[in-house]
């Protein structure tokens, strides 16, 4: 099990979705860095469940608690760890269908990988609840860029088919940023923003579920972070994302459409504005070989439908080795979209913080 990931600051995950509780572990924070934890439990309830009637109804107040590292307000120096105490567990609605592999989760590759003996309820350490601490560090992270002026921010891009408009490659300015995150579903165009809802409550009445998509934008960084080939940006922060669960695609910049563009189209040519060097367009999202340009570095995250769904499927009974079907009950969400935004951010915190 990898549950460990950097190399100047370690994070260590680690529970379970029915556990007696879920945390991190982040070792190689600076020591007298001062915490706003009220901004901490901010991010943490913008991923919270059952905030509103686009989430499971599971309760979780996702309130932490620090355990090391932190005394009389400023971190220490050594590790700090924290916790969250999982008190809402409904695990008895597991146990009817243990055997069943359900389509579109870990079950039957947490099976074979772990001979059986993997923590089936709700999902165990595959589940989209281990989330939670990655923003407690996430969080930590981004208080520690902005006071280095690095302001990160995303909106909903796309629930299935409804499209968000596309971040402001050039134009965009913290104040703008800093606001959505303030928004509980968040994007740019507000109209979208109720089709987006209308979708997944339809889904839901359907006893299905939907995806979409996570657009990210990170301002203010310097020029010449990151290092080729294999600490580019793209590729830290890639492997980031595709670690939170049900992530299937990312792309920068103008991503997989930059491959229809003409190299006249998609090259961003340069000018310099008051002895800054910058680009009339931001097709390669702020990255050039792999090193940051100065410009707004922008990304986008593709989140599957939630799994998890009332309908059922065909799938097989993996102790009497025989074809069955299944029907998932209990308390999931129709879209997981809204309350994947403060993670996306927090990964990329974690990330940009890395390579500093």
């Known amino acids: 099990m990898s549950g460990v990931w950097g190399n100047k600051i370690k994070y260590s995950i680690f529970g379970e979705s029915h556990g007696n509780a879920i945390g991190i572990t982040i070792d190689g924070l600076p020591s007298g860095v001062e915490l706003d934890i009220e901004e901490i439990n901010r991010e943490m309830r913008r991923r919270a469940p059952g905030k509103n009637k686009f989430s499971t109804a599971r309760q979780e107040k996702d309130e932490f608690e620090i355990l090391s590292g932190y005394f009389n307000g400023k971190t220490t120096g050594t590790p700090l760890c924290a916790i969250i105490r999982n008190s809402d567990q409904h695990s008895k609605d597991y146990e009817k269908t243990k055997n069943l592999m359900r389509p579109g989760h870990a079950d039957y590759t947490g099976f074979v990988k772990y001979s059986g003996f993997n923590d089936y309820r709700g999902g165990g350490h595959f589940s989209g609840r281990i989330t939670a601490p990655i923003v407690i560090a996430g969080a930590i992270a981004k208080q520690i860029l902005k006071k280095k002026g690095i302001i990160i921010g995303s909106h909903i891009k796309s629930i299935r088919t409804i499209e968000d408009n596309f971040f402001d490659e050039i134009e965009l300015n913290n104040e703008f940023l800093e606001n959505l995150s303030h928004i509980e579903f968040p994007t740019i165009n507000k109209d979208k923003a109720l089709e987006m809802q209308e979708e997944i409550l339809l889904a839901r009445e359907d006893r299905d579920s939907v995806g979409g998509v996570v657009e990210c934008a990170i301002l203010n960084l310097p ?25 299937k695609g990312v792309e920068f910049g103008a991503g997989f459409s930059i491959s ?97």
Not at 223 to 244: A, C, K, N, R, Y
Not at 288 to 300: E, K, Q
């Open 223 to 247: 020029t010449g972070i990151g290092s080729p080939f294999f600490g580019s940006v793209e590729s830290i922060l890639s492997s980031l994302l595709f670690s939170i669960p049900a992530v």
């Open 260 to 356: 229809k563009m003409k190299g006249s189209e998609a090259n961003d040519q340069f000018y310099i504005e008051e002895d800054r060097i910058k680009t009339f367009t931001n097709n390669n999202g702020g990255i050039l070989g792999g090193i940051t340009s100065g410009m707004p570095v922008i990304f986008r995250a593709a989140f599957k439908p939630t799994p998890s769904i009332v309908k059922e499927q065909k799938t097989v009974d993996i102790q009497e080795k025989k074809d069955t079907t299944i029907e998932i009950h209990g308390r999931h969400d129709p879209c997981i979209v809204q309350r994947a935004v403060p993670v996306v951010e927090a990964v990329a915190a974690m990330g940009i913080l890395e390579m500093l």
